[in-house]
């Protein structure tokens, strides 16, 4: 007798190979048994899935969830949890000086897996172009202190996976600090032994002089965007110096956000073969009212692009999960594996879809969360987030 029994679904699960129907039958919180549907197993629940697709719990691999502190920040539970996103990596809201606040008011207490990139500046991204005083994180390097880190890093290790930086010019003094602070970024990254995870939409520097301080395993978020410092030239072709970078380890985030994902950049980098490895939607509270919405509306758009539906998923599941160094346990439904499962309805019908340069096209399908479990526990879902006009 199981606790519960998910039955009449079909299966994705990559990190398992698995693409088929299928029952999932969980107990104590935990993926007990994948059986053959029709097994005649008992459980304490049954869950019709017939029609819908069953997936291991949704990784958002970028977001800000800091509320009330970052003016970026939104809660996890309400716009990741309840939309199928059981794990997120908060990409560097808090750094270290607030970091303790972040795990004591986010981290822990939150019904989302939250874990987080550490962010170089102390202050994290408390402050920016738009806020009172618009002061950008790297405006003023003292607060990027590597020992700081160091000292943050071996407090929270169990949930801090990287290093974060975003080098943009007018974060960093017109553009003066940024070769500096990715410097101390990437000591820091060393010192701890973790990745480095780079923004660059908007940067004085090269992609070539950023594409130096990044070793095998270290990411490049928003990389479909087509500002300066992208991944492409005017013709939108993949730069040399991006190519070699990517032949060495170098990984892709996809970081929607608000001006971060371009359509046409998106399907000219597909064309040539350069996916991501992470599909991720930079939620924030300047985007959850749309273009982004939530992280399935980012999983749509690759849908539209041409990606299958098992290859949207490995981006939101194992991809992320091996990241954090959980793919034992997360982003998959072998037996053994924690029991976070959401089931996808794969609507057909005529869907706007929008980039954050407002282009709109139409899509065909989309992805609707109907249920999503936390540790085999069912947690409460809301409707997509209304557009805001
Ligand atoms: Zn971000």
Redesign the pocket.
């Known amino acids: 007798m199981y606790d519960l029994l998910i039955r009449n679904g079909h299966v994705i699960d990559p990190a398992a190979n698995l693409d088929a129907p299928r029952d999932v039958a969980v107990t104590g919180g935990r993926v007990a048994a994948i059986l053959e549907p029709g097994s005649g197993a008992k459980a304490i629940r049954t869950v019709d899935a017939r029609g819908r697709y069953v997936v291991p719990g949704l990784i958002d691999f970028?977001?800000?969830v800091f509320p009330g502190v970052s003016h970026?920040g939104i809660d996890p539970d309400s716009t990741c949890l309840a939309r199928g996103v059981t794990t997120v990596v908060d990409?560097?809201?808090a750094g270290g000086l607030i970091f303790d606040g972040f795990r004591q008011f986010v981290i822990d207490p939150s019904q989302t897996r939250v874990f987080a990139l550490l962010h170089i500046a102390g202050q994290g991204?408390i402050s920016s172009v738009g806020t009172l005083p618009a002061l950008g994180e790297l405006h003023d390097l003292r607060y990027c202190s590597v020992e700081n880190v160091e000292r943050v890093v071996a407090k929270h290790r169990d949930v801090i996976c990287g290093i974060k930086i975003?080098c943009t010019a007018n974060l960093a003094e017109e553009g003066r600090n940024e070769a500096e602070g990715l410097n101390l970024a990437r000591a820091a990254a060393d010192r701890v032994g973790l990745p480095l995870v780079v923004?660059t939409p908007g940067s004085s520097l090269t992609i070539e002089q950023i594409l130096a301080e990044l070793k095998p395993g270290d990411v490049l978020?928003?990389c479909y965007h087509g500002k300066r410092c992208g991944l492409v030239d005017a013709e939108r072709r993949l730069l040399p110096a991006v190519r070699a970078a990517l032949r060495d380890g170098v990984l892709l985030d996809v970081?929607h956000?608000v001006a971060?994902f371009d359509l046409r950049v998106a399907r000219a980098l597909l064309d040539q073969g350069v996916l991501p490895d992470f599909i991720s939607s930079?939620i924030?509270q300047y985007n959850v009212h749309g273009p982004v919405f939530d992280l399935v509306t980012t999983m749509d758009k690759f849908l539209h692009l041409g990606l299958s539906l098992r290859d949207v998923i490995l981006r939101v599941t194992q991809t992320p999960a091996r990241f954090l160094g959980r793919e034992h346990e997360l982003g998959t439904l072998k037996p053994g594996a924690i029991a976070d499962i959401v089931i996808l309805e794969l609507q057909h019908g005529q869907f706007p879809i929008t980039d954050s340069e407002h282009q709109t096209e139409l899509a065909n399908q989309r992805l609707e969360p109907t249920h999503v479990f936390r540790a085999g526990r069912q947690a409460g879902m809301l409707p997509r987030p209304e557009p805001m006009e």
Do not use: A, C, I
């Open positions: 970028h977001v800000h970026f990409f560097g809201t991204m975003r923004h978020t928003h970081g956000g971060s930079d924030h």
